[in-house]
């Protein structure tokens, strides 16, 4: 489970007592390299892999249109590194 809090995305595990997020990524220079459909063995038929600089999500199409509209969204400025 996921969500959007501010300029990050809070991936919560699913199974768990916790309800803290375990990972969090940033939309601050998160670009979308790849997506492709799940194919197989993969995963359940209407489910997608999003690569993103070294993290890959598996998401339902459902998801992913909202994932990419939160990274889409961000402002200009969001894009650059903080270098």
Same mark, same amino acid.
């Given at each position: 489970?996921?969500?959007?809090? @501010?300029?990050?995305?809070? $991936?919560?595990?699913?199974? *768990?007592?916790?309800?803290?997020?375990?990972?969090?990524? /940033?939309?601050? &220079?998160?670009?979308?390299?790849?997506?492709?459909?799940?194919?197989?063995?993969? @995963?359940?038929?209407?489910? $997608?892999?999003?690569?993103? *600089?070294?993290?890959?999500?598996?998401?339902?199409?459902? /998801?992913?249109? &909202?994932?990419?509209?939160?990274?889409?969204?961000?402002?200009?400025?969001?894009?650059?590194?903080?270098?």
């Amino acid at each position: 489970m996921a969500r959007y809090a @501010g300029g990050e995305l809070h $991936w919560i595990p699913f199974l *768990g007592l916790r309800l803290r997020p375990r990972h969090a990524i /940033a939309r601050r &220079g998160l670009t979308v390299s790849t997506r492709r459909p799940l194919v197989g063995e993969e @995963g359940p038929a209407g489910y $997608w892999t999003v690569d993103c *600089g070294g993290v890959s999500l598996a998401m339902s199409e459902d /998801a992913l249109t &909202g994932f990419l509209a939160w990274v889409e969204s961000a402002p200009p400025s969001a894009h650059l590194d903080a270098a």
